[in-house]
């Protein structure tokens, strides 16, 4: 089906194409309010739509804010999403959404896809490859060369000065083996996410702390390294099995999921034999069948923050770079025996 332009709409009502772009995008005019009632009615007549990627080139503003995530398919990211597109939209703006899957490469081409495309801002989760050495300098170098304001949500980027909004993950990794901790767990194991990412790195400072603080020695041999995702949880549970362990706190819901499986597949229950805490409330946390003692992140409360920071940016472009550090929350669920 053809694409009503505006000339078909100068030429149904009888006006010039210059007539109808002033009345269509409500620059100033002396057009009488007889004949821009008749503008709108044919255009609607003929089921105009604006093509607002043009419009935005000559007014170098579309109304659309770039979102990068690293795995869509994770219940949280999801959720983050949806949550940020309900922000943005009641502010007026479009979010175009891409999925880096974690890579560095990826997220640099989507940064540069979303720039060519005339967003007005960006908001950016940082894939975890972006924190190796080599990429995290090239990505710094790149999100400084940007010339639209940008925010950088849910995953800090340590050592580098721009505008954040993310959950404290020290905290988060502390109050996840603190509930263990108090319901009398000694042999704490521990399935982290890359070693290389800040949240793993963070978490797993967290876990150190509560260990100490109960004066539990730390077990470097009880730590597993996963990826954030379920086969990953599944993989490092199966390790885990060799070693003598009472719980197992996983650096996120998905790989909570993949361990519970794993246990229940070396007909280990859950809780009564192995209690497992996660990291996110995922959705799903609550419908399992053993429901998922966790950390809570609000994607809501974190999609609130991260798009009125970046609408301040885009307003007052000149302002200084701002650091939100919210506080997790501990859900208490049945994946936990007291001993």
Known sequence: MKRTTISDIARAAGVSETSVSLVLTGRPNRISSAMKEKIKETAKALSYVPNSFARGLATKKSNTIGLIVPDIENG????????????????????????????????????????????????????????????MKELKAILSSLSIPYVLSDRDFPDFKANKVYYDNIEGGYLATKLLLQSKHKKIACITGPSDTFSSIQRLVGYKKALEEFHIPF??????????????????????????????????????????????????????????????DNIMSSLSGSELATINQDPSRLAKETVALLLDALSNPSQTEEEIKLKPSLVERNSVKKI
């Not at 009641?90 to 979303?114: E, R």
């Open 76 to 135: 949280y990211f999801a959720s983050l999403s949806k949550a940020i597109s309900f922000e943005a939209e009641k502010a007026g703006y479009i979010v175009l959404l891409l999925n880096s899957n974690d890579s560095h490469d990826l997220s640099i081409k989507q940064i540069n896809t979303l720039i060519e495309r005339n967003v007005d801002g960006l908001i950016l989760v940082v894939s975890n490859e972006s924190y190796h050495q080599k990429n």
């Open 219 to 280: 077990n470097d041999s009880l730590v597993e390294e996963g990826d954030y995702r379920l086969q990953s949880g599944f993989a490092s549970a199966v390790k885990l099995l060799k070693k003598d362990f009472d719980s197992i706190f996983c650096f996120n819901d998905m790989m909570a999921f993949g361990a519970i499986l794993a246990l229940k597949n070396h007909d280990i229950s859950v809780p009564d034999d192995v209690s497992v805490v996660g990291y996110d």
